[in-house]
T-cell receptor
Framework: GAGVSQSPRYKVTKRGQDVALRCDPI?????LYWYRQALGQGPEFLTY????????KSGLPNDRFSAERPEGSISTLTIQRTEQRDSAMYRC????????????FGPGTRLTVL | KQEVTQIPAALSVPEGENLVLNCSFT??????LQWFRQDPGKGLTSLLL?????REQTSGRLNASLDKSSGRSTLYIAASQPGDSATYLC??????????????FGQGTTLQVKP
């Protein structure tokens, strides 16, 4: 079946603009995660949803970052007033019923803030 | 705070060689450990998942082991091929109440297999 999809794959924006990154998880997966990966580093956790409930947002770096999953499927990560330090690969993952299950990752969105 | 370390950061081997990638973690209270492969411009591909109650998992030429007491996991690749060239990441999932299932990643080992 289809894997995790993310859009856009690449996003270039100017400093100060807002951006919205979309994640479409594997059908039926109730858990959804957002990670951010800097060049040469491993991904770092941002936030987690179980169905539509945001269970953990401890990894969001500041209040410019927010995420939602209103219907328990597609999720949107929004970054307001982008800064150059926000430039990174943003990755989404999903897993089935239990949060302890294997996570499957999407291709990522490469964000560049000029 | 859980920290995950991978050594070496980069590795270059001739085709056909057997090799071991290392992953260490500071907190032995993990629920499971997952190994991923990352190719440039692509997502992370899950290779193996080892639950805390398991000692190893095998898939084809790959074998991953887990030793919680020593805080280590290894990924063994047999008879390496040029197509195995990629960055390999390990990630630990913490155990205990309040765990959201988030993964703590190492920085990765970039493997190059030369023909």
């Amino acid at each position: 079946g289809a894997g995790v999809s993310q859009s856009p794959r690449y996003k270039v924006t100017k400093r100060g603009q807002d951006v919205a990154l979309r994640c479409d998880p594997i059908s039926g997966h109730v858990s959804l995660y957002w990670y951010r990966q800097a060049l040469g580093q491993g991904p770092e956790f941002l936030t987690y949803f179980n169905y539509e409930a945001q269970q953990d947002k401890s990894g969001l770096p500041n209040d410019r970052f927010s995420a939602e999953r209103p219907e328990g499927s597609i999720s949107t990560l929004t970054i307001q007033r982008t800064e150059q330090r926000d430039s990174a690969m943003y990755r989404c993952a999903s897993s089935s019923y239990s949060s302890y299950n294997e996570q499957f990752f999407g291709p990522g969105t490469r964000l560049t803030v000029l | 705070k859980q920290e995950v370390t991978q050594i070496p950061a980069a590795l270059s081997v001739p085709e056909g060689e057997n090799l071991v990638l290392n992953c260490s973690f500071t907190d032995s209270a993990i629920y499971n450990l997952q190994w991923f492969r990352q190719d440039p411009g692509k997502g992370l591909t899950s290779l193996l998942l080892i639950q805390s109650s398991q000692r190893e998992q095998t898939s084809g030429r790959l074998n991953a082991s887990l030793d919680k007491s020593s805080g280590r996991s290894t990924l063994y690749i047999a008879a390496s091929q040029p197509g195995d060239s990629a960055t390999y990441l390990c990630a630990a999932r913490l155990h205990g109440s309040g765990n959201t299932g988030k993964l703590i990643f190492g920085q990765g080992t970039t493997l190059q297999v030369k023909p």
